[in-house]
């Protein structure tokens, strides 16, 4: 958000120019800072940082270097062990010179990079005082420029070490590091855990194919990551705007390079060896893309694990959209195990959802950049007059109903054609069909819908009521009492979070247990309306950009600091994840809602209450760990058995199946998952879920 002016003006129409007010902004800049003010005053109560602050953030930064090397053996004995059951299968197709390979290849660049980085920690380390520069985007935010040079120097804050496409560190998330190990080998790990459970299950060598494609491709994207780290230590005497575009146009490329030699010259991709090269450099081409959108347009928005884990994730999609597209219209040149691959409509439209949403908003960028410059425009300063008011008010009007008019051309002319092409059938009535030809599907929806209307009951009636005492007080920057009403607001904040926490789990389990399918085609619908509600948003589209924006602004927290707010679709990402994945196992299908449902909600409540213990170096307390692990096991115990009693499919042949041994090993993960979610710094609804889901996969089939 760009901030024009923090005087006060009198707008005519409260709806106009509502993203160029500084007032928003700089309510949620304090309600951050309080909350800041009050983890770090739990966190670090036993340090005196009046009496002897550099001693005292010495010793916190010290605690935090102990912690890392911590997350770090949790990564390395996690990926380790999901290749290693992957090497015991001993895929004809993806043998163990090549599982080798790929593990030496990895490694060798983490050390690599590890290596260039180590003087860059130790300058960084040394300095005294670090430039405001990276993190201040504009010079009218100087009124806060005391309390930002204050997190500057905040022990609890940790930098970004590396970075890629010569990036400050302002382009990334701040009180985070950086997140490389969690980047390049979560994915992997899943799709490693995917393809040992197909080989388990003895499925046919064109779906192993299908998920080994996917596993030389993420696996390649991870080294394309190494690939950019590493060099952009080596690119900081060039100028910021060559190392910017010259660097990003160059990479891709170098990318084209890359993918030729090591898919038709090395033995490393047996199966992209097969595929078209063209749709193999187009999926790494949008690797970098998304990378580089989220560096230089989404900034503060990722660290950089979370960014290369959403890229290769999003990449993965467009891949497999590719993938349909060239089954239906060039299958002369269609990869061998597609031709055998049966075709889900349900996963085309998904595709389709997915990626279309990410084409409407390329297509109609220009209409979505006039209509946020019109907002961010105070009209009523340059046309005064009623008439030129009017005038303003009718250009957003155009441009609201250009986008919406757009968006329906592209979904009903080309979008829905292609979907009939792959599928052959009419995307929108196959989904009616779908729908209505399963009561329990009826059901479902009805179920959804009273259970948003309840909860946005409760949200009135109790989470949205102010006490009398509170709204006596002036609301942001009039109170004296900034530690109370510090915690007060983070108390809030928490509850709120947790309430849809807990409506994805009321909402969820259902559908996992009695229909997945379509609780996957739902999840899909969501996500697509969820980015392009964030559209309307964030370009404050009328007539609902504002509402939006000031209901998001409720739950945005210190992770939420960047030009768009993820924590909702952050949340729907971590339940959706394991769904879309899919797993006979109910419990891998459960995991993303099990560990943010019960264990992350469970962590944070009893955590902040009880908490006395804490991890060092974090705010997360080893009370809220034993919560998580207790909150997950009973959950899902208690899911498992009720299920099987009343003759849920899944759930019948788990509880029949597992004994002591399968409940220790699931414990046992549960414990891993855990451990990651109080050491990583990074966002839990994303990471937490996905590391859980492979682990829980390979668990069950040992």
């Known amino acids: ?118 003087s860059v920690r130790i300058e960084m380390n040394e300095s005294s005082a670090t430039s405001s520069d990276d993190l201040i985007d504009s010079p009218k935010e100087k009124k806060h420029d005391g309390d930002r040079k204050k997190y500057l120097s905040d022990p609890s804050s940790i930098e970004s070490v590396n970075r890629i496409f010569g990036a400050s560190k302002a382009s990334f998330r701040a009180n985070a590091d950086d997140g490389l190990l969690c980047g390049v080998l979560l994915l992997p790990m899943v799709t490693a855990a995917k393809l040992v459970d197909a080989s388990r299950k003895d499925l046919d060598e064109f779906h192993t194919a299908y998920l080994q494609v996917r596993l030389e491709l993420v696996l390649f994207m991870s080294v394309i990551l190494l690939l950019l780290v590493f060099t ?59 990378l580089y959108i989220c560096v230089v347009t989404l900034k503060k928005c990722f660290t950089l694990g979370e960014m290369c884990v959403i890229s290769q994730a999003a990449s993965v999609v467009v891949h497999g959209a590719a993938e349909y597209i060239c089954t239906a219209y060039y299958s002369d040149s269609t990869p061998t195990y597609l031709h055998y691959s049966d075709i889900s409509p349900s996963m085309v439209l998904i595709h389709a959802l997915v ?40 250009k957003k009007l155009l441009i609201a109903v250009a986008f919406y008019s757009l968006t329906a051309i592209i979904v009903f002319f080309i979008i829905a054609p292609i979907c009939k092409t792959i599928t052959g059938e009419n995307p929108f009535m196959w989904t009616l069909d779908f729908l209505y030809m399963s009561p329990s599907r009826m059901f479902l929806c009805l179920y959804w819908a009273l259970t948003v209307i309840t909860t946005v009951v409760i949200w009135v009636l109790i989470l949205d009521f102010n006490p009398t005492s509170l709204q006596s007080e002036p609301p942001f920057f009039g109170s004296h009492n900034n530690g109370a009403e510090g915690k007060s607001l983070t108390s809030s904040l928490n509850k709120k979070r947790k309430l849809f926490h807990a409506l994805a789990v009321i909402m969820f389990v259902p559908g996992v247990l009695f229909e997945l399918g379509f609780l996957q085609l739902a999840f899909g619908v969501a996500l697509s309306g969820f980015i392009y509600l964030e559209y309307l948003r964030y370009f404050a589209v009328w007539p609902w950009g504002k509402s939006l924006h000031m209901f998001l602004t409720e739950f945005i927290d210190n992770r939420d600091l960047g030009p768009v707010i993820l924590s909702h679709i952050y949340l729907l990402l971590g339940c959706a994840s394991p769904v879309w994945l899919g797993c006979s196992n109910v419990l891998a299908s459960l995991s993303g809602i099990l560990s943010l449902g019960f264990g992350d909600a469970a962590a944070s409540l009893i955590g902040k209450r009880y908490g006395r213990w804490h991890w060092p170096g974090t705010k997360k307390t080893v009370e809220g ?78």
């Open 1 to 118: 958000m760009v901030v024009l002016d923090s005087e006060p003006i009198q707008s005519p129409d409260p709806d106009e120019g509502f993203a160029s007010s500084s007032s928003v902004e700089d309510q949620i800049f304090e309600v951050i800072r309080r909350k800041r003010n009050s983890h770090l005053e739990k966190s670090t109560a036993a340090y005196d940082f009046k009496s002897n602050p550099l001693d005292t953030s010495r010793k916190i930064l010290e605690e935090k270097i102990f912690m890392a090397p911590l997350e770090a053996i949790l990564w390395t004995f996690s990926f380790f062990w999901v290749f290693f059951q992957l090497y015991k299968e001993g895929q004809s197709s993806f043998s163990d010179p090549i599982i080798t390979g790929w593990i030496v290849i990895i490694w060798l660049g983490i050390m690599l990079v590890n290596l260039s980085r180590k």
């Open 232 to 290: 952009n230590e080596y690119l900081h005497p060039l100028k910021r705007v060559i190392r910017k575009r010259g660097l990003f146009v160059s990479s891709i490329l170098v990318s084209a390079l890359f993918t030729t030699l090591i898919t038709r010259l090395s033995p490393l991709t047996p199966i992209l060896a097969e595929t078209p090269i063209t749709m193999t450099i187009i999926s790494i081409t949008m690797f970098q893309w998304f």
């Open 355 to 394: 990626v279309g949403m990410i084409f409407i908003g390329v297509i109609t960028y220009p209409l979505l950049r006039q209509s946020r410059r019109l907002a961010q425009r105070p009209y009523w300063r340059t046309l005064p007059t009623v008439q030129n008011a009017s005038i303003f008010r009718n």
């Open 625 to 702: 760990t034993i919560a998580f692990i207790i909150a997950v096991f009973l959950s899902s115990s208690m899911i498992v058995y009720s299920a099987a009693l009343i003759g849920v499919d899944d759930a019948t042949r788990f509880a029949a199946s597992a004994g002591p041994t399968e409940w220790l090993n699931y414990s046992f993960v549960i414990t891993l998952t855990a451990l990651l979610e109080a050491f990583s710094t990074q966002n839990d609804n994303i990471i937490i879920p996905l590391y859980m889901y492979a682990l829980v996969v390979l668990g069950h089939t040992m």
